[in-house]
């Protein structure tokens, strides 16, 4: 039983991995920002070699950078680049799998979802690990052999099941928390129904839209009065957070000649071993840098003339079938082309190729020339200043623009979490970054300006205000006109003659839409379907105000439910609903626990 001893040994390494696709598979969307009282705590000793606290569990630093290299060294296998934006992307998913990780160990203790005794024993009978299905121990003709699996769970030897039971007594309880999330969301026969309805089943409506241009903006006077109450009432909108602003100097990883001189040669190369008889496909298959080609060995497929760049449309249509180009230039980078075939369809020539496509970039050579240069002027402007050292290397000094502390893009600069975050660190004005990198290249930042944050005086934003009011009053006027409108409608008309009154008023006749398509001339609204679902044939409805605007509904006919397809249409329905609802629920399940439990970031000052 040596394997056991060895899946003993790496249960923790096991479990991780799982634990950690585990909750990434179940958190939806972007991150969810808990409390951070990192300045409270940042220098105290308990924080020393920790990554940071979730609800009082610490995750330790040596676990965190395995984690997160572990994560690195699975981009790095998928051939990307890793760069500073990637390594704080995926340390922000490590971060947030611990405390997704530890919030749902919160529940599972509250909730009394430990695994038992009976239930590990239960689940290795019924459901066998993948890991151990493929041990040689277990396999008879190099197939699992379930009797011999029986045999070692039935008559252990010793200790040799623990690590097994270690993790299954991690595992189980997340998989009864995941089971009770799949469990809660209960969608009924009318959700079902409706949702049939708005997608299946075509309605005919006429509507009558009032639009915000009907009434005129000058017809109404706002006192001062009411200017400063609608300031004291709203006052929360005029706050402007804490912003910063910081100087950069920017080394962009940009080709040289040389390197254009350098993929030009390497084409040269490819296309003299296509015409020696190497197969274009291999070739392609081996050097392609177009990744819908790394496959199918550069295949393109028919296309005209239009449907390429220039320079890569020229070249293909003059060669002759067979033929394989020199090197083309174009945007991408240097192609190399094979015309394998042409046809004439719809009046239009068309050719099929193939081609290899080798991206013009910085080379090794020219990476380490830029990063010299970005480390050098980082020693200058530590050892000189910022200025001092832009102006004696010769390279211009930019400047952020104001960046809030929940920004996650610079402008010209990309996603740059890294850099936002020594934006707001506790450093004074004047504070260098050190050298960061991005996809395209090296920043050294500067911390130039802090603003505080304040409240806009009245007199700032007065004119906002002035046009608020305006706008609630034209809207309330709006629809009492509407109002006026439908008491002049009865049932049997057609809402035409409500336009009558009013050439801006539109009328609308809609033939056998869906209503979850937007209807003509106006926004998807949920309050205009919800009139629709409630309206019987013939029925008019009330004016249902959509922003600041109004429309009046008459559903003039339903068509038919297919009942054979609606059974067999009935539960895919129900599960699309019920995925969509146990998402919503996960999300705002994990954003009010954090809420609720202390959260320490110490990331940023480990080391």
Known sequence: MAIMKRMRDNTHIILWALLILFILSMTIGGLVGGANILD?????????????????????????????????????????DINDDLIQRVSDQVWQSFINETLIQREIKRLGLEATDWEVYEYL???????????????????????????????????????????LRGYLPFEKVHNLIESLPVITDGEVHNEYIKTKVPFTLETLFFPYSIVASDSFDISDSELSNYYKNHKKDYFVPETREMDYV?????????????????????????????????????????????????????????????????????????????????????HIIKVEDKRTQSNQEQVKARHILLKIKPGPETLGNIRSKANLFEFDANDFGFEAAADSHNVVIKNTGEIKKDSRYIANLGTFSKAIRFAFADN????????????????????????????KKIDEVSDMIRSAILTEKRS???????????????????????????????FEKHEKVLLSNPLKGLSRSDALIGTILALDEG??????????????????????????????????????????????????????MQKKVSIIDNRENMY
């Open 40 to 80: 409270l705590f940042s220098k105290e000793k308990k924080l020393q070699g920790k990554a940071g606290i979730v609800n009082g569990k610490e995750l330790d630093g040596m676990q965190y950078t395995r984690l997160l290299q572990s994560e690195l060294d699975r981009y790095r296998d998928s051939g990307q």
């Open 125 to 167: 009978m019924n459901y066998p690990l993948n890991f151990l299905m493929n041990q040689e121990v277990f396999l008879t003709d190099g197939k699992f052999d379930q009797n011999k699996y029986f045999q070692a769970l039935t008559n252990p030897q010793g200790n040799e099941w623990a690590g097994v039971e270690q993790y």
């Open 250 to 334: 920017y080394f962009e990883l940009k080709p040289t000649p040389a390197d254009t001189l350098t993929q030009y040669e390497l084409a040269m190369d490819l296309k003299q071993r296509i015409e020696s008889g190497e197969s274009f496909e291999t070739v392609a298959t081996e050097y392609t840098e177009d990744p819908s080609g790394k496959n199918s060995g550069g295949d393109l497929g028919w296309f005209d003339r239009n449907q390429m760049v220039a320079p890569f449309s020229i070249a293909a249509f003059s060669l002759k079938k067979g033929q394989v180009s020199e090197p083309v230039l174009t945007r991408f980078g240097y």
């Open 428 to 455: 004074p004005i004047g504070t260098l970054s050190e050298l960061l990198s991005t996809e395209n290249g090296h920043v050294i930042f500067k911390l130039s300006k802090v603003n505080p944050e304040y409240y």
């Open 476 to 506: 309330a006027k709006l629809g009492e006109i509407a109002r006026k409108v439908r008491e002049q409608i009865s049932e049997d008309q057609s809402l035409i003659i409500g336009a009558e009154s009013n050439s801006d008023i539109k």
């Open 539 to 592: 029925g008019i409805s009330q004016p249902v105000k959509t922003g600041n605007q109004y429309v009046i509904i008459k559903l003039i006919d339903v068509g038919d439910i297919q009942e054979d397809d609606y059974r067999v249409e009935k539960e895919l329905i129900r599960d699309r609903l019920r995925k969509r609802a146990k998402a919503s629920y996960y999300n705002s399940w994990v954003t009010e």
